[in-house]
């Protein structure tokens, strides 16, 4: 009876008790582990190109593997030096793997840009990017927006930004931020052409509204700036004797300026012989530039 | 017709082996991929889950056309039917073509099915774009392509050193390009001759892989295409004759 007892739970036993040591150590080994995160090793993979050769044909099925692993580890927060494989992962390997992998480079410059904090590393691996997609507006359009939003640096958005709209695909937005980088740049002639060609190109209302509005402000902020030259060559010449002219006509008559400036609502601007002052009897249309 | 009678009977061996099990986990796995993704990425779902089906058709296909064709030759003569076979008026070529046959029509049913449930997937999520069709097609060359090697292996060697030669050349035939490359590293002009040969004579199976550009949306030119196909055909039917060749040698009497 015993000894048939016995021989019915041996095999059971036999079973159980190895499972409940390798659950009980598992465990063990799971609270004790790295604050790296699950596939931390993944972090130390060699180049892509290494990796490549060695995927036999599906380098395509490597580079999602290690992308959607690197979303799980670049998510968790609590990883020690989570960003110092950051090049190698998303540059190094994920598009090495597939170059023509749209996501890891905008995700990649994401994290390396926001949540890193070098712009520079971002840039670097959308211009890999860029290069390698050069049929794909988001890249350069990202990279624009990285230089404009986060190092202010116009002259390269506008650059990337010129990048995106050569392609008749990329959404109207970006041409209008390509024309507004020339305005932060200081370059108001050149942000009024390209906001007349959005203005002309329009094929909305709302489109159509915001560039007229930017055209107006621009061209009411270059007539003054013009004017207000023309007054202080005026005042220098030895014709003005250090005087301001009585009116604006007299700068056509002289020379100074070829006719006499009207701004985008058909007003004549508002000057102020005593004090040489001049003005927009206009508003801007834009709130944040404030009064003329 | 006596080579498609021995690819029918291989064909129906194949499904008694419970080879359509396959299709199920094919479909199971693309039906759970394309749902758990959405949990997993950020953006690529729609690629993440072409490169797994495009991939998944090629693995499984590949590994029936192994295991199953290392095993197609051999079994006939372990279990001695062989014998009956050749005492019949059937030759050899007859024989080893209608094994050949049999499988690849296997595979063709498998890959039809697995690209069904890979479309429908796609279909269902308004992923669908047809150039993938171009790639599949070549993925199927290139099952032809390593049946006819397992054939070859099968036709002289066991099952096990089979698979070991015919995995061999499979990933031989994915590298092949390092070959080249060794060819301009290598000193001596008998090393960069067997390089430069070894790299000519081998198969090239990424000749046969454009699923990254079809994935990719990519264009698949028609000539590259008609190119592989041509390629990939006309060296299975050396290795085809190589098998028929060295089958015909062998002594079963």
Redesign the interface.
């Known amino acids: 009876m015993l000894r048939a007892l016995q021989r019915r739970l041996i095999w059971p036993l036999a079973i159980v008790v190895p499972a409940c040591a390798a659950a009980w150590s598992w465990d063990r080994l799971e609270s004790a582990g790295s604050q790296d995160g699950p596939g931390a090793s993944v972090l130390y993979l060699p180049s892509g190109r290494y990796l490549k050769?060695a995927s036999?044909?599906?380098?395509?099925?490597l580079a999602?593997a290690i992308?959607?692993w690197s979303?799980?580890y670049y998510s968790n927060y609590t990883a020690a030096d989570r960003f110092a494989y950051l090049d190698h992962i998303y540059s190094g390997v994920i598009t090495e793997l597939?170059p023509?992998?749209v996501?890891p480079y905008?995700?990649g410059s994401l994290i390396m840009s926001t949540e890193a904090g070098d712009h520079e590393m971002a840039l670097r691996l959308l211009d890999k990017g860029i290069a390698a997609n050069p049929h794909e507006w988001i890249l350069p359009f990202e990279a624009g927006f990285t230089c404009y939003n986060d190092i202010k640096d116009f002259q390269r958005a506008a650059a990337y930004f010129e990048k995106a709209i050569a392609n008749p695909e990329a959404p109207g937005a970006i041409r209008r931020m390509h024309a507004e980088m020339f305005n932060k740049l200081g370059d108001k002639r050149a942000s009024l052409d390209y906001w007349l060609e959005v203005h002309e190109t329009a094929d909305d209302a709302y489109v159509e509204d915001i560039s007229w509005r930017h055209v107006h402000d621009l061209r009411i902020e270059i007539d003054l700036q013009t004017l207000r030259e023309a007054l202080e060559a005026w005042k220098s010449s030895p014709r003005g004797a250090g005087q301001y002219p009585q009116s604006l006509l007299e700068l056509v008559r002289a020379g100074v300026i070829s006719r006499e400036p009207i701004d985008p609502d058909g007003v004549a601007y508002a000057y102020d012989p005593a004090t040489g002052q001049v003005r927009s009897a206009s508003p801007f249309r834009l709130y944040r530039r404030g009064p003329a | 017709m006596k080579i498609m009678a021995i690819a029918a009977n291989t064909f129906k061996e194949a499904i008694r082996d419970r080879i359509l099990y396959l299709l199920l986990a094919f479909a199971i796995l693309m039906i759970g991929a394309s749902r758990l993704?959405s949990l997993?990425?950020?953006?690529?779902e729609e690629?993440?889950v072409k490169?797994?089906g495009l991939?998944s058709i090629?693995?499984f296909g590949v590994a029936v056309a192994i295991f199953v064709g290392v095993g197609l030759v051999f079994k006939e003569i372990e279990k001695r039917t062989v014998y009956t076979l050749v005492s019949k008026p059937i030759r050899r070529s007859q024989f080893i073509l209608g094994k050949y046959c049999g499988l690849v029509l296997v595979l063709a049913v498998n890959l039809a099915v697995m690209t069904a449930v890979f479309y429908l997937v796609l279909i269902q999520r308004g992923w669908m774009d047809w150039r993938l069709t171009g790639a599949i097609w070549l993925t199927f060359i290139e099952l032809m392509l390593v049946t006819a090697i397992a054939i070859l292996f099968s036709s002289f060697s066991t099952p096990i050193l089979s698979s070991l030669f015919t995995v061999t050349f499979?990933?031989i035939g994915?590298?092949s390009w390092?070959l080249r490359l060794m060819a301009d590293k290598v000193e001596g002009v008998a090393a960069k001759f067997l390089c430069e040969f070894f790299y000519r004579v081998l198969p090239n199976?990424?000749l046969l892989?454009m699923?990254?550009r079809a994935?990719?949306g990519?264009e698949l030119p028609e000539s590259q295409m008609a190119f592989a196909t041509l390629y990939g055909l006309s060296y299975t039917a050396v290795l085809l004759a190589l098998a028929v060749a060295t089958f015909r040698r062998r002594d079963f009497l």
């Open positions: 050769a036999l044909g599906f380098p395509e099925v999602d992308y959607i979303i799980q597939d023509h992998y996501d905008l995700i | 993704l997993m990425t950020v953006g690529s690629k993440i490169d797994i991939a090629a693995l499979f990933i994915h590298l390092g199976l990424e892989n699923r990254g994935v990719h990519l």
